[in-house]
């Protein structure tokens, strides 16, 4: 057997094994590559940097423990900004599963690196709340006909920072994360454009494409899956330099992503190399 026909029949498991290598190695020895934020990803970070101190953001958490290895990440990035840039986080979920992911960004994010911050006073947790789109409708023109107390329980007008806010005109901006159906694209048609409300966010890979017709007339910006949050992040790092030496999980993640993807690349352009030879040979035999 020629080398052409053994490149052409290489054994599957040697394939499996070469990806599960480009996978572990990156991961073991912390192989990263710095990543640049796309125009698409840099408006969202620049307009929590420009948003005067104080200003007050809406984070939506729609999203699952399924999707929270795209999300979470993203979700942690901004709200790390957000906290920097001290600004007021109201916290909520459209998904019944929401609320849990946003208590984990809250413990992980805002409790463990920003103790300072005060609940009720920065950032409020208000839960999850049933209606999907018909709730966003709702709390456009009346949050507090909903949202009669906070996910704790607290009553929402002992809160001191729920004291000015009576609808989603009141805020500065809002910054969703999204698995799917209610998300992104419901708060941008209920939400951002009857509000007037700047609206931006991030979502899963496979449902970034669905989203990108409505940038950046109705959608402000948007972070695609891993991709997305990996460039947010290198953009918190650029700016604010003390962020290198904290772990950042995206581009962690996208290292050992684009060995594999590279290796995945390489077999198919080998693949297509023995095929055309082969072809080749075979008509000067024939």
Same mark, same amino acid.
């Given at each position: 057997?020629?080398? !052409?026909?053994?490149?052409?029949? #290489? %054994? ?15 991961? #073991? ?10 125009? *698409?990803?840099? #408006? *969202? ?52 599963t929401g609320q849990a ?16 911050? #005060?609940?009720? @006073? ?19 023109? %009346?949050?507090?006909?909903?949202? $009669? @107390? %906070?996910?704790?329980? $607290? ?15 009141? &805020? ?20 951002? %454009?009857?509000?007037d409300i700047p609206v931006?966010?991030? @979502?899963?890979? !496979? ?45 962690? *993640? ?9 290796? *995945?690349?390489?077999?198919?352009i080998i693949g297509n190399?023995?095929? &055309? ?10």
């Amino acid at each position: 057997m020629s080398v !052409v026909q053994k490149l052409g029949n #290489v %054994d599957r498991r040697i394939i499996f094994l070469l990806i599960a290598l480009a996978v572990i190695i990156p991961l #073991v020895f912390n192989i990263s590559f710095m990543e640049h934020p796309t125009p *698409i990803v840099q #408006v *969202i970070f620049d307009k929590i940097e420009s948003l005067p101190e104080g200003s007050k953001v809406l984070l939506p958490f729609d999203y699952g423990p399924s999707t929270a290895p795209e999300l979470e990440p993203m979700a942690t990035a901004v709200t790390r900004h957000c906290c920097k840039k001290n600004h007021k986080m109201y916290i909520m979920a459209l998904w019944p599963t929401g609320q849990a992911q946003a208590l984990r960004i809250i413990e992980n994010v805002i409790e463990e690196e920003f103790p300072d911050k #005060v609940y009720g @006073t920065d950032y409020v947790h208000l839960g999850y709340k049933a209606g999907g789109y018909g709730l966003i409708n709702t709390i456009l023109a %009346d949050l507090k006909k909903m949202y $009669t @107390t %906070d996910a704790p329980g $607290t009553h929402i007008d002992d809160i001191a920072m729920m004291s000015d806010i009576q609808n989603l005109r009141d &805020f500065a901006f809002i910054c969703n994360f999204s698995a799917g159906f209610p998300g992104l694209k419901e708060w941008v048609q209920f939400a951002g %454009d009857p509000g007037d409300i700047p609206v931006a966010g991030g @979502t899963t890979a !496979v449902s970034a494409p669905l989203l990108y017709p409505y940038y950046p007339r109705q959608m402000l910006g948007m972070m695609g899956g891993l991709k997305g949050a990996a460039e947010y992040e290198a953009a918190l790092v650029h700016q604010y330099p003390e962020y290198e030496f904290v772990y950042q999980r995206a581009i962690a *993640i996208m290292g050992p992503q684009a060995i594999a993807h590279l290796v *995945i690349i390489i077999f198919i352009i080998i693949g297509n190399i023995t095929f &055309f030879i082969e072809k080749k040979r075979q008509k000067k035999i024939g």
